[in-house]
């Protein structure tokens, strides 16, 4: 045992609870405004909805300070930077930000100071501090989009923003109103993206990641009394070619990524360091992702870091889009995965009344726990269709194997390069995302205005 106090439980100290009501007493300390606007209910968290307000109001103490994107304060850089050409080892290295950055720093006793958008560089810490010890950090990661159309978008910023509230609050580091963190989202991108993400590079993307760490310099195992949040844009190579598909190495059956009461929902970097092991040895042996299965009957959860898609036909003949359900918090929930529900039951649901036209045969669509025995079976029995991942980072990408104990899984694509509809689905995104093929004033496409 470390010689460090593991503080016990305070008198009077609430437990924290991890559902919404967890939500609602961490925004009730740090962003109480945030408990009017009711900006919560359809929040991405697969929780319960808000339990009526009137709970709350004999409870409120003095709040503190509140995350205020209006009071920004900004100190512009002296030193630009040149833009990596396209194409150059530089874009493609991943350690590329541009000229800016946003920060705001939070304190239990003062709540969240005015946030600075300032040149970006390095941040100091001490050796103690919580996040480089006990992983009390979390993060988003979102795309800025070049439109072909010359404009400047974000897809559906808010559901990223209020997960990063959800992740934050699973790591005890302190609530924000999701709004305010979208607007320092923006003004970072209107500042930045007009000379990193240049007009002549339609269907190009810079990499947004918003973090928050704890900061303490202190290392007793404690709740953080000192945090930061920052935001960084990230230079990124175009997407590869996904032509040809990804190929999985599904997890060995002595590791597993989530687990019932764990924090596999949430965007916390604990989730992520411990799963390099497996992704480094599936890159040694061809593959691109884990496929990663959960207990004894192989349930599937997600590839690598992106939501898995499948489709079959049952074998009543039933087409079906499969994708796992969200109930035992072993999945994350992806805005792509979101998004592509929410576009099939719009277009493709074969039990909707009247469906608009398309050349795809409409499907049910199914949120479900399914093993990859069942992927197995239906491969076997010519019933599997196709498959792919989908997220920020991978974007729709089709599937073309699955390695399985020692048996390889072939996964059809019929179209050559990828599925019918893992294409359709990609399209569909791709329009909204980079405002073409007469999506360009699609609600969720949210445009920015350029500095
Ligand atoms: C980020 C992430 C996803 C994809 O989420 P999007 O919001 O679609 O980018 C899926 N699974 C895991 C584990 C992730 O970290």
């Known amino acids: 045992m470390s010689p460090i106090a593991i503080t016990p439980p305070q008198e009077g100290e609430t437990v924290t609870d ?3 009501a967890g939500i609602e007493e961490a925004l009730l300390k740090n962003a109480p405004s945030q408990l009017k606007s009711a900006s919560l209910t359809n929040s991405i968290t697969a929780t319960p909805p808000p339990e009526p307000e009137t709970k709350l109001q004999h409870t409120v103490e003095t709040p503190l300070a509140e995350l205020d994107a209006s009071k920004i304060q900004c100190k512009y850089t002296e030193s630009p930077r040149p833009v990596p050409a396209v194409g150059s080892a530089e874009m493609a290295s991943q350690k590329v930000c541009t000229d800016h950055m946003v920060q705001a720093k939070w304190t239990v006793e003062q709540g969240w100071e005015a946030p600075t958008l300032q040149p970006y560089g390095p941040i100091s810490l001490a050796p103690t501090a919580s996040c480089l010890h006990y992983a009390t950090e979390c993060f988003e990661g979102m795309k800025l989009y070049r439109g072909h159309d010359g404009k400047l978008r974000l897809f559906r910023p808010d559901l990223n923003c209020k997960r990063m509230l959800m992740s934050t609050n699973r ?12 607007k320092l989202i923006v003004k970072l991108c209107a500042t930045d993206g007009k000379k990193w993400l240049p007009k002549d590079r339609p269907g190009q993307f810079l990499y947004i990641r918003p973090t928050m760490i704890a900061s303490d310099p202190a290392l007793g195992v404690e709740r953080p009394k000192e945090a930061l949040l920052f935001v960084i844009l990230c230079c990124f190579a175009p997407m590869g070619d996904m032509s040809g598909g990804i190929k999985l190495l599904a997890s060995q059956d002595d590791m597993c990524r989530a687990w019932p009461g764990g924090f596999g929902y949430a965007k916390v970097g ?5 799963s390099l092991v497996a992704q480094g040895e599936a890159r040694k042996r061809g593959f691109h992702q884990i496929l990663w299965l959960f207990g004894d009957d192989c349930t599937i959860t997600e590839a690598g870091a992106s939501n898995f ?3 079959w036909r049952t074998k009543e003949g039933k087409l079906q889009l ?8 072993i999945v994350l929930d992806g805005v792509t995965r ?8 719009s277009r493709l649901d074969s039990s909707a009344s009247s469906l608009p036209s398309s050349d795809l045969e409409p499907l049910e669509i199914v949120e479900r726990k399914f093993n990859v025995f069942e992927i197995e079976e239906a491969a076997r ?7 792919f991942a989908a997220g920020t980072a991978w974007f729709v990408a089709p599937i073309s194997g699955i390695h399985f ?3 390889d899984i072939e996964v059809p694509m019929v179209k050559g390069d990828a599925g019918a509809y893992a294409s359709t689905f990609r399209s569909w995104l791709k329009g909204i995302m980079w405002g073409s093929d007469g999506m360009e004033g699609h609600e969720w496409g949210q445009v920015i205005d350029e500095e």
Request: aromatic share 6%; proline share 8%; charged share 25%.
């Open 381 to 387: 029995e010519g019933r599997l269709v196709e498959a």
């Open 405 to 407: 104990r020692g048996k």
């Open 171 to 182: 790591i005890a580091l302190p609530a924000f109103p999701p709004k305010e963190l979208l």
């Open 309 to 311: 898609f499948v489709v």
């Open 322 to 329: 499969v994708t796992a359900d969200l109930n035992e918090r």
């Open 18 to 20: 991890l559902t919404h």
């Open 270 to 274: 604990a989730n992520y360091g411990p």
């Open 338 to 345: 979101r998004s592509i529900l929410e576009l099939a039951r």
